[in-house]
Structures are given as structure tokens and as C-alpha cells.
Nanobody, 126 residues
Framework: QAQLMESGGGSVNSGGSLRLSCTTS????????VAWFRQAPGKGRERVAS???????FYADSVQGRFTISQDSGKDTLYLQMNNLKPEDTAKYYC????????????????????WGQGTQVTVSP
């Protein structure tokens, strides 16, 4: 069973940067997709970015050009570098794992991911 734990959230002013980290353990599947989701108050959970075992990368239109997803060389830590943050980026951010690849052009949602971290809060002030 995969285990995930996020860190790196906090409060910043508009235009600032944060880097989220997600440590992963407990899985050995050769195929996988790991993703960052976020959930703002009163809204559903949105996939922000993902990367899979084939290095297929996805970004939501709302963060394209501002956020960067990456993994360390051992693939046990997932990162989300967030630059030029906006108040609308305020949400709780979660990392999630699927034992299947994330193919380009497919609209994956939270139901496609089996394992989740506990989340980390990001708050951006105007």
C-alpha cells in the first residue's frame, strides 16, 4: 500500500512562490501516475499537475507556465514548484498515487487515484 505525505504549504502574498513536497513509500509498481490535486472551500478536488512512469506530464490550464511538477532521481519524492501565485490558487493541496499511467488527453479525476496524502494548505493573499 502506497503512503504519501505532503509538506511545504504556507501563506504568501500574490506573486510569491512556494514549493510543495510529497514523500512516497510502500509501492513497487513499475507503472504509476503521481499527481497534485487541490481543493478550495466549497469546490471539488481539481487535478493540478501529474507525472507518470512514462514521464507524461499534465498541467491544468489554470497553472500552466506557473507551476512545475518534478520527481527526485529516486522517484520517492514528488515536488510542485509554484511561482507567481495568485489568490485563486488558495486551496488545500494533496498528492495522490495511481498504479496506472496517466495518458495524455484523458481527463482523470480523484476517483482514478487510489492513495492520498493528508494535504497541505496554501494561502495566497492579494
Amino acid at each position: 500500500q502506497a503512503q504519501l505525505m505532503e509538506s511545504g504549504g504556507g501563506s504568501v502574498n500574490s506573486g510569491g512562490s512556494l514549493r510543495l513536497s510529497c514523500t512516497t513509500s510502500g509501492y513497487t509498481w513499475s507503472a504509476y501516475c503521481v499527481a497534485w490535486f487541490r481543493q478550495a472551500p466549497g469546490k471539488g478536488r481539481e487535478r493540478v499537475a501529474s507525472i507518470d512512469s512514462e514521464k507524461t506530464i499534465f498541467y491544468a490550464d489554470s497553472v500552466q507556465g506557473r507551476f512545475t511538477i518534478s520527481q527526485d532521481s529516486g522517484k520517492d519524492t514528488l515536488y510542485l514548484q509554484m511561482n507567481n501565485l495568485k489568490p485563486e490558487d488558495t486551496a488545500k493541496y494533496y498528492c495522490a498515487h495511481s498504479p496506472l499511467e496517466c495518458h495524455s488527453g484523458v481527463d482523470y479525476d480523484e476517483n482514478d487515484f487510489r492513495f492520498w496524502g493528508q494535504g497541505t494548505q496554501v494561502t495566497v493573499s492579494p
